[in-house]
């Protein structure tokens, strides 16, 4: 359940920073958040977990 929640927001972040990108003089840094946030939600939800002791 938590990682809907997490896919949601990041959902949400990268829509507003690509429509930011459309409407700025240089879109790399909305593409750059856009992208940032969809490689910071694929790592922290593909990584491993470690196992308790």
């Known amino acids: 359940m938590k990682n809907v929640i997490w896919f949601f927001i990041t959902c949400i972040i990268a829509t507003v920073g690509f429509f930011a990108a459309l409407s700025m003089k240089t879109p790399w840094i ?11 939600f694929m790592w922290t939800t593909t990584k491993p977990r470690r196992r308790r002791r």
């Not at 992208?35 to 910071?40: A, E, L, N």
């Open 30 to 40: 909305g593409f750059a958040v856009a992208f940032g946030v969809w490689f910071i």
